[in-house]
């Protein structure tokens, strides 16, 4: 028994790469039978295929197992899917007639390149289910590009590669439940996943390649950008990723920005773990956020710094690798700076300077305007000049740490200053420096106790 189809040929399409093709994508569109399938080819296309779904139907569009190419010749997107899903994911909400003409639509097996300026690739807008699979986006402007509001999106198996703006856009959009996973998304100037203001909950970064995304010519980059600074974003992991870039102005490889100091509540409630987070100006770049979970990383040349944290509450660090292997080549400072952060928690670190630092830092973890901070159980290894600084800062615990001096500019493993109060240094392995053990200031509101001197 056989099965219908809509090949785009059946259209009029000619798949040279050469003649216009677009027609024939919206006749195949618009006039099959939702089952759009372009064989092997190159389709030029000179402005979108917009395909309303609650006019058409359900759709599939298919490039044949990855042997059709889709070049996009126009301003905007090759594929702009537009539905009309006003409210949440809960059953209650749905229409009717979502169910029955605009769920799940798919794009797979795919290559969509842009040959204009102001090309994207795929545009999703009031979508239900989504699901884009196998499907390779290069040299345009967008990759895929979220607006507006959807739900329920699966992004897996891509290749978003080479884009001159972002890889994967989630633009003011109102949007819960999206995964993105199994996918390379490298080498796009504008970041490789960037979530722009909006509502969006749920969000899954899982076991992807995110590399190289970063601009030499722009002020800032980020593979990984969360920017909540008109916006929420809130209740997602960052999982099993490789996340690497190279150094470039104000670049990140993770960066949360929330609205700022007296507003940490904008972007947070997100678990960073088991990720390879590497080469960057910064890290891991957290900014007025709020219930940040970072377990499990191998975190390795942070040209600056290792983490940077501003007006941060609730961050939890716990058993992450700070280091570079020495075979590698370069300079990485790898500092920790944690500016007006409350409730902080890092316990079971290992951070080891193996490399010439590329920038001077005042030590190896500062902490200026702290409060509630614990450090436990963490190795501060091969310390350039000192290992903690504490300016500022209220309720501060120190326990069962190691702080070893790297050679002969190391000062001192513990420095607080006289505006520090209410600290606890307790049971920690500790290396004199050439200012002593510890710089504590004239103080009575310092308890130290059970520390053993490393020689």
Known sequence: MGFAMSSIRDFGAKGDGKADDTEALVHAVEQGDGEVVLPRGDYRITRPVVVPLEKFGRLSISGSGGTAKLIMAGVGPALHLVGTHKKTAAPQDFAEGVWQKERLPTVTDLEIVGDHENADGIRLDGVMQPTLRGVLIRKCRHGIHLVNRNRNVLIADCHIYHN????????????????IHGSHIS???????????GEVRNLHICSNDIEYNYDLKANDSADIWLDARKGTIREGTIVGNTIQAKISPGGANVRLTGVGKENPNAVGMFSISGNLIGSQETNLHLDACRGITISGNAVYHGEKFAV???????????????DHNPDY???????????????LQLTGLIVQHT???GEPAESTMTFAGCSFTSLAACQLLDVRRKGLRFRDCSVVRVAECTIRGGGDNFDEPIGVNEGTRDVMIVNNFLSVGKSGRLSLGRRNDVRIDGNMLLL
């Not at 080498?187 to 203001?197: F, P």
Request: hydrophobic share 30%.
């Open 329 to 343: 080549k370069g300079k990485s400072t790898d500092a920790f700076l944690f500016e007006n952060c409350r409730r």
């Open 355 to 357: 490399h010439a630092e």
């Open 187 to 197: 080498y796009n100037l504008q970041g490789g996943i960037v979530v722009r203001n």
């Open 308 to 322: 940077r944290a501003k007006d941060c509450e609730h961050l939890v660090f716990s058993g992450n690798s700070h």
């Open 164 to 179: 001159r703006g972002v890889g994967i856009f989630l633009d003011h959009v109102n949007l819960h439940q999206t995964n």
